[in-house]
């Protein structure tokens, strides 16, 4: 079975400073990972995803992610945060024998403040 | 490319009324996908369409919810009765993707629902 544990359920930063959002995975199979944001009454928008290819992944808006096989981890960081960046973040596995199914986890509330 | 539309945006009901949500994915996106997305969670898929076929409806609760997606587009998702634990976001998305390959899922606005 797989399934998705963010460490943190609320982050705060100062902007400008750097970020870090913090998931590891468990899957019995090679993984798709992503990771989404969710701003106030708004839909779900894809930040940047892993598909077995380079292991950085570098997304929109200057985010990026590490995956790391060892660790079973793959953090979100943003070198310098900004007030836009508020919003709740999900990290999400998919794995081909689940049909494209993907597991959220519970989500990080990020806070930005000036 | 216009996104995943949703409608109502919002829906207030009393318990054990009925309620039904729509959902028009993007042209072409063969796989639609609802979820349910209750406060301070992740979503959870209740169901899956492969065209006009259920690939995984094993978390929808089949007593009260069901779901259709017509002719291989439109969806619609139905709640009847409805109780006060179906208070939450429904989200629709949809995806290229076929076949079980992990694919970006494209995400409507959602409809928050309220039972009271």
């Known amino acids: 079975a797989q399934s998705v544990t963010q460490l943190d359920s609320h982050v705060s930063v100062s902007e400008g400073t750097p970020v870090l959002l913090r998931c590891n995975y468990s899957?019995?199979?090679?993984?798709?990972l992503f990771w989404y944001v969710q701003h106030p009454n708004k839909g779900l928008q894809l930040l940047l995803k892993?598909?077995?290819?380079?292991?950085l992944v570098k997304g929109i808006n200057g985010f990026e992610a590490e995956f790391k096989k060892s660790e079973t981890s793959f953090h979100l960081t943003k070198p310098s945060a900004h007030m836009s960046d508020a919003a709740e973040y999900f990290c999400v596995v998919s794995t081909y024998n689940q049909g494209g199914k993907l597991i959220f986890g519970q989500g990080t509330e990020l806070s930005v403040k000036p | 490319e216009a996104g995943v539309a949703q409608s109502p945006r919002y829906k207030i009901i009393e318990k054990r009324q009925s309620v039904a949500f729509w959902c028009n994915p993007i042209s072409g996106h063969a796989t639609l996908y609802w979820y349910q997305q209750i406060l301070g969670q992740g979503p959870k898929l209740l169901i899956q369409f492969q065209n006009n076929g259920v690939v995984d409806d094993s978390q929808l609760p089949k007593d009260r919810f069901s779901a259709e997606r017509l002719k291989g587009v439109d969806s619609t998702l139905k709640i009847q009765p409805a109780k006060l634990e179906d208070s939450a976001v429904y989200l629709c998305?949809?995806?290229?993707?076929?076949?079980?390959?992990?694919?970006?899922?494209?995400f409507g606005p959602g409809t928050r629902l309220t039972v009271t």
């Open positions: 892993y598909t077995s290819a380079a292991t």
């Open positions: 998305a949809s995806s290229l993707g076929s076949g079980g390959i992990p694919h970006e899922q494209y």
């Open positions: 899957s019995s199979y090679s993984p798709s």
